[in-house]
């Protein structure tokens, strides 16, 4: 039955089409603009002389009705309140988060009972909940996350401001929420509320809850003092020049480390929650002004619109918010570098940044993006350029080595030169296997190295790379397992895939190393070149966030020279074409005024 | 109608480039010096710019009615009955070269890789990576036209310069090859080997206007034209008529002939890459063509459900050319020699009727 | 709809795995044919002699060898004597384990006398027609048995027989006494209007003319070119050596030239590149001058025609460095300077018009001037019509040699070496 079905799957036609997938179109003003048809045919591009005329807006007129308004946002499930019902009469205590609603009375001791209630007081530990009297007369209590708040901050500026009785003269009247919310506590962020809902999620983020005799309203008194990693190195995105900052576990920290290096009134922080049940934030952040506003739209609406119970940070929500979740490519580019945010951010991205990993998530970005290190900027052109070569050539050789290896060696002899595969032909005189199976047996090994070479504690890690691999391909070839050449082609095909500035497109390269092994092995150059065509062709369908995947080159837009050559700083004057920024400018006609040309401008 | 995307004119460029001027790989440039000597590369100038002419009624009719394709052309000026049939033929025109270059491709390819590849094999591979390519639709084909543009553009290029020391400029005389009465009438003839460039009319829709279509048709032509005129030429340059006309594939037997010291020597099998790869692309939108004509004389909204079934037509009717035995390039080049009637001639009448009926958007003038 | 996609590239990789393979070849199940020698056969037409690599030498992974590998037993040759060259291809593969690829084939050697019998046309076509062959593969005439010169092919310097055979081809830039010809000049010029083909001469010298005994030598000066292939007084080691040129009329060998016969060949080809000359010296005959001698550009050949004969003007630039001055006269500087230009250029010019004459007696033009004279004919009928090659027989050529001594080497000049016992 599966066969058949799978069968019937592969002949039959089912629609409807994608035809309602998020594009990013160009403006109206652009598509008729008579100076971008000479400018497609290679003329400089022309930097638009103000920004007036690119601000009007968004103009779908091409797309299709349908597709805007199946873009409207999708309510979200009531599953919480469904979970409750559900669960209303087991008497096991409620561990989803139950959003009950609802205002807080102005009985403490009906507030109490609702908060242990909450917060599964007798059986969770953690919760604490700690009674007091106000100046001696009202009663009140505290109620906080054990290992979420700082003691210090409860113990010297809550608890002993509230329990000194000289602070309240007539404490009948004077024990409000308000007289202590102005008068008692020295603590920048208190807020008065007063719905459960936000209280419990504010006391599960590590808020103190000051709860009042009489008081219609709690006091949520900013206390968290979780333990956080202080800011480090970046670990896998290290750089020779450039900052040495990376990102840490702490949401609030993250951003104020981009922040500090966009200091601009219009750089926009906007809070998202994520995850049903563990109750995580992620932070979206853009430049008003640059990003083009269709896509922090679309950004927030695919955000919002996730239904999951438990989201840990960014790798699983870029898994849920991406294009095309079925393609080997990533389209969202990950980054733990505060710099690297921030100059994407100026390009016109949005950022999406998980509490709890020490990630930024891009979008929209495009393959060349992920082939770009910090370092490229702030080295010197020439160096940038040929960093990115070798990359680029890294990546070729991670791709495609050992499938043109083998299809060199059984159908192409003629282009090995005669020494050479003579050579070849005596070094795998003893050896037993084909060609294919030989290769496999390489890549997996090396593979299995690299694998094993995480999972083992550090010490041993570093070394075990480097022996394994040396004294595994030493002996393999010793005992006529593989011929010497091979070693090399699986050496220089894992250092390929090393230099490799974005780990997800590493592995994904790493993957297609394989497709092109068959391939080279079923039918030689004439395989290959398929596998490049129908990967090139998916690569090529690919959008992120509405961006082509392989734009500016296809499809050509108006681009700086930055994309596989990187020019000289000072030509950068635009911003990239395929976000479609706002803005499209990002400096004068002439970067470099200090240069006297005294002929307008030393572009061109 | 059918969702094909948006993309520029360099997109489209390329595409006509492609579909056109990958004949230079396989047989053509040895049966050109067959009809007329060592002159094919200012023979294939006359029929460039005869296609040009017939391009220019091509673009006329569009301009007539901007945002249409020619399917709809047809029916709009010739009337439903007669405007099937002319969609019809050019349908099939279209089939025919995809099913043509298909089957020289994968003939040429038997002779000088794998001898011993069924040919089935190298086809069906060939159609299964075409199907996907259509199925990924027009943008995606347009995109990866200009992505592999520059690889493609580079290798044609080395491999022309690194012939450099093979070529014999004694080799172009005697100028006039086997007569100028003869180069003139093949260089009419053979204006059917840009043929291809109809498929800007299919495409035109996708193309952001008439102005687009003009820039996109008047580029590719001059582009391939002077792509196969250098081809040709380098050719000429590399072997004299009387064994230029014997050979097989000339341009894979020009890399073969590349011999620099004891390395570069032996570099076919690397163009063998570009070869592929203009291949795929021409075959991709020449087929993507044929299905959306088809798509549109049946009024059928989406290519995908036809697209398996066009497939395995494409695939028998090329494993059907070839299994006919020796010589099947041969018989692809007399076919040829009367491909310039439906790309050029059908376009012409169209516009001729619709002046007369008085259909479609009047000129400015 | 990626799901059907997915499926599809599924089966296409099945596909792939179970019907693919067809060309692949593994590396080890083949073995590539290095030199194919050609001679008459006796049991058949033809005797094909195919030279191997033994695969013996060091295998890369183990590590017992001391001495480098691939003594001289590296390589190996078999003769067959079969109808066709593939009828024999596939006897010999009878016996060799693996099986015979061409791709990697450096060189085809033919014997003289089946050159001689005008046999190469037959040969050359299947040869030209194969796929693994190469057109860039060298072709050579072998004065003898090709099969002894395949025996003696080996590589005497290093290890590897190819790269022997690649670097000795390139000699003929360095010294000119024989050229380069490849097997798709050969088969263009076969078949051409235009002009006759040349085939570079390879020989197995038995070290015959090498007197090891014998009264000295003291006859006057003599040419080093004027000796044939083979027949070089030399002694030692390498058997083999290339030198001199054979000429066609079309698919049979007619002449043989030495080597200098064909260093005028070939600067009248425009293929000469580099060589050492050995000339007298104007002023004292018994001594000699060496010339370094390279072209100063390409031959200029101007056309005319008178009567349907061509008048052919040929000027032949040359430059060179003075290597040595035995006599010590001040030849660096002009009236002495000019003097040795003149005199080279004459020596030149004798044996270019001696080369010409005879192969206009010969009525072959396999100096590239048909080439030239292609240009006064508009369309390929007339030229046909024309019949150069047996035009070429009347045409009037006039050759001009011109050299420029540009260096004289780390010596500006030589004073004289005083005669000592005369001054006691």
């Not at chain 2, 109809?198 to 687009?212: E, H, N, R, Y």
Request: glycine share 8%.
């Amino acid at each position: 039955m599966g066969l058949f079905s799978l069968i019937k799957n592969l002949v039959t036609y089912k629609g409807p089409p994608m035809g309602n997938q998020f594009e990013l179109l160009e403006d109206a003003s652009e598509k008729g603009d008579p100076a971008q048809i000479s400018k497609d045919k290679g003329n400089p591009p022309q930097t638009p002389q103000s920004e007036m005329g690119k601000n009007n807006g968004k103009d779908d007129t091409h797309n299709s009705p349908e597709s805007k308004e199946s873009r409207g946002k999708k309510v979200p499930l009531r599953v919480d309140e469904w979970n409750m019902e559900r669960k209303q009469d087991s008497a096991a205590p409620d561990i989803a988060n139950s959003r009950e609603g609802g205002s807080i009375s102005d009985n403490l001791e009906q507030n109490r009972l609702r908060i242990m209630r909450e917060l599964n007081i007798p059986t969770n530990v953690d919760a604490m909940i700690r009674d007091l009297r106000i100046g001696k007369s009202t009663k009140a209590f505290i109620a906080y996350i054990e290992g979420m708040v700082d003691r210090t901050t409860i113990n010297d500026f809550i608890l002993r401001p509230l329990m000194t009785v000289k602070h309240f003269n007539s404490p009948l009247e004077e024990c409000s929420a308000n007289y202590i919310l102005e008068n008692i506590l020295s603590i920048d962020d208190v807020t008065k509320a007063s719905d459960y809902t936000q209280i419990i999620s504010q006391i599960l983020e590590g808020l103190t809850a000051l709860f009042i005799e009489g008081s219609d309203s709690c006091l949520l008194i900013e206390s968290r003092g979780f333990e956080k990693r202080s800011v480090d190195q970046p670990v896998t995105e290290s750089v020779i020049s450039g900052p040495h900052e990376a990102f840490i576990e702490d949401l609030q920290t993250n951003l104020s480390l981009v922040r500090k290096i966009i200091k601009n009134k219009n750089l926009i922080t906007e809070i998202l929650p994520i995850g049903k049940t563990n109750n995580s934030r992620c932070g979206i952040m853009y430049i008003g002004g640059i990003v083009n506003t269709s896509i922090v739209d679309e950004v927030k609406r695919r955000i919002q619109s996730i239904d999951i119970d438990f989201i840990l940070g960014d790798g699983m929500l870029s898994q849920l918010i991406e294009d095309h979740p079925l393609a080997l490519f990533p389209q969202i580019l990950r980054t733990e570098r505060p710099d690297r945010t921030a100059s994407f951010l100026v390009e016109g991205k949005v950022i999406i940044i998980c509490d709890g990993t020490p990630h930024a998530s891009i979008v929209p970005v495009t393959f060349f993006h992920m082939m770009q290190t910090s370092e490229d900027s702030f080295l010197r052109w020439q160096f940038g350029t040929f960093l990115r070569l070798i990359r680029f050539m890294g990546m070729g050789l991670a791709m495609l080595l050992p499938g043109f290896y083998l299809a060199l060696t059984l159908f192409h002899h003629e282009m090995i030169p005669t020494e050479l595969i003579l050579a070849i032909e005596k070094s795998r005189e003893n050896v037993p296997f084909p060609a294919i199976l030989e290769i496999l047996l390489m890549e997996f090994s090396f593979e299995l190295i690299r694998e094993a070479g995480i999972r083992v504690p550090d010490v041993i890690g570093q070394t075990l790379g480097i022996i394994g691999a040396l004294i595994l391909g030493q002996s393999a070839v010793a005992a006529n397992l593989v011929s010497p050449i091979l070693v090399i082609i699986v050496a220089i095909t894992g250092l390929g895939s090393f230099s490799m500035p974005n780990h997800d497109l590493a592995i994904a390269i790493r993957i297609i190393k394989f497709v092109f092994i068959a391939l080279g092995a079923a039918i030689g150059f004439y395989g290959i070149a398929m596998g490049i065509f129908v990967i090139g062709g998916f690569a090529c369908n690919m959008k992120s966030f509405g961006v082509p995947y392989f734009s500016p080159v296809a499809p050509r837009t108006r681009i700086n020279l930055d994309v596989i050559f990187k020019g000289p700083l000072w030509k950068q004057t635009l911003r990239p074409d395929p976000s479609n920024t706002l803005n499209r400018t990002r400096s004068g006609d002439v970067v470099r005024e200090w240069i006297d040309t005294g002929e307008g401008g030393e572009q061109e | 109608m059918i969702k094909e995307g948006k993309f520029g004119v360099q997109e489209a460029v390329w595409l006509v480039v492609f579909a056109i001027s990958t004949k230079v790989f396989y047989t053509s440039p040895a049966r050109v010096v067959d009809l007329v000597g060592n002159t094919g590369w200012y023979m294939t100038l006359i029929s460039m710019s005869v296609a040009i002419l017939g391009f220019t009624f091509i673009y006329l009719l569009l301009k007539r009615f901007p945002g249409q394709d020619i399917a709809s052309i047809f029916a709009d000026t010739l009337g439903g009955p007669l405007g099937f049939v002319f969609s019809a033929i050019l349908a099939l025109y279209l089939l025919l070269l995809a099913t043509n270059t298909i089957s020289e491709f994968a003939e040429v390819i038997k002779v000088y890789v794998f001898p011993l590849t069924p040919s089935s094999l190298i086809i069906g591979i060939f159609v299964v990576g075409v199907l996907i390519m259509c199925i990924l639709g027009l943008e995606t084909q347009a995109r990866f036209a200009k992505l592999s543009a520059y690889t493609i553009l580079f290798g044609f290029i080395l491999i022309l310069a690194l012939g450099i020391e093979n070529y014999d400029v004694n080799r172009l005389f005697p100028i006039l090859g086997y007569g100028a009465d003869k180069v003139l009438r093949h260089g009419l003839i053979r204006s059917s080997a840009y043929g291809e460039i109809i498929i800007l009319a299919v495409i035109a829709p996708s193309l952001q206007g008439t102005a687009f279509v003009k820039k996109a048709g008047y580029t590719g032509l001059i582009l391939s034209g002077f792509f196969i005129s250098i081809s040709a030429l380098a050719f000429a340059l590399s072997f004299p008529y009387y064994t230029a006309q014997e050979i097989t594939a000339p341009m894979y037997e020009m890399a073969e002939l590349i011999n620099y010291g004891r390395f570069i020597q032996r570099v076919e099998p690397i163009f063998l890459f570009i070869w592929f790869f203009s291949s795929f692309t021409s075959i991709s939108i020449l087929f993507y063509c044929f299905i959306s004509t088809y798509c549109r004389i049946f009024k059928i909204r989406d290519i995908r459900p036809i697209a398996l079934g066009a497939a395995i037509i494409l695939f028998t009717s090329s494993l059907f050319q070839i299994d006919l035995g020796v010589g099947a390039a041969q018989r692809i080049q007399n076919i040829r020699q009367y491909g310039w009637i439906p790309p050029f001639i059908l376009p012409f009448i169209a516009l001729v009727v619709g002046v007369l009926r008085k259909r479609g958007v009047k000129s400015h003038e | 709809m990626n799901k059907p996609l997915t499926l599809i590239i599924m089966t296409l990789a099945i596909t792939f795995l179970l019907t693919g393979c067809y060309d692949a070849h593994e590396i080890d199940d083949i073995t590539h044919v290095l030199a194919i020698g050609i001679d008459r056969g006796v049991s058949d037409k033809w005797r094909l002699s195919l030279q191997f690599s033994t695969m013996k030498g060091e295998s890369g992974g183990s590590e017992e060898e001391g001495n480098g590998g691939g003594s001289q037993g590296d390589y190996t040759y078999m003769t067959v004597d079969a109808p066709s060259f593939f009828a024999g291809v596939d006897m010999l593969n009878s016996s060799i384990p693996r099986e015979l690829f061409f791709s990697h084939t450096e060189l085809v050697a033919v014997s003289e006398d089946l050159a001689r019998e005008g046999l190469m046309g037959e040969f050359i076509s299947p040869l030209t027609r194969y796929t693994q062959i190469r057109g860039s593969t060298r072709l050579m005439v072998i004065k003898g048995s090709a099969q002894d010169f395949i025996k003696e092919n080996e590589p005497y310097i290093g290890t590897t027989l190819s790269k022997a055979m690649e670097t000795s081809a390139k000699e003929s830039m360095n010294i000119g006494y024989f050229g380069h010809t490849t097997l798709s000049d050969f088969y263009n010029d076969l078949k051409s209007t235009y002009r006759q083909p040349i085939i570079s001469i390879g020989a197995v010298n038995e070290f015959k003319n090498f007197k090891e005994d014998g009264p000295k030598w003291d006859g006057g000066f003599e040419d080093e070119g004027k000796y044939l292939a083979g027949e070089l007084p030399r002694y030692g080691q390498k058997k083999i050596e290339y030198w001199g040129t054979a000429l066609f009329n079309g698919k049979k060998m007619i002449a043989e030239l030495n080597g200098s016969d064909t260093r005028a060949l070939l600067m009248v080809r425009g293929d000469f590149q580099r060589g050492f000359f050995t000339m007298q010296d104007p002023k004292v005959p018994d001594l000699i001058i060496p010339l370094d001698i390279r072209p100063d550009g390409a031959p200029e050949v101007k056309m005319g025609f008178q009567d349907d004969v061509p008048n052919i003007d040929l000027t032949v630039p040359l430059k060179g460095d003075i290597l040595a001055i035995q006599s010590t006269l001040h030849y660096e500087e002009d009236p002495l300077l000019s003097l040795l230009e003149r005199t080279f250029e004459r020596k030149i010019k004798d044996e270019i018009d001696k080369l010409i004459n005879r192969c206009k007696g010969m009525g072959i033009d396999v100096f590239q001037f048909g080439d030239i004279s292609a240009r006064y004919f508009a369309t390929i009928p007339e030229w046909e019509e024309y019949n150069w090659n047996n035009k070429f027989k009347d045409a009037k050529v006039t050759t001009q040699v011109k050299l420029v001594i540009k260096r004289a080497g780390t010596r500006t000049k030589s004073s004289p070496i005083p005669n000592r016992r005369e001054g006691e």
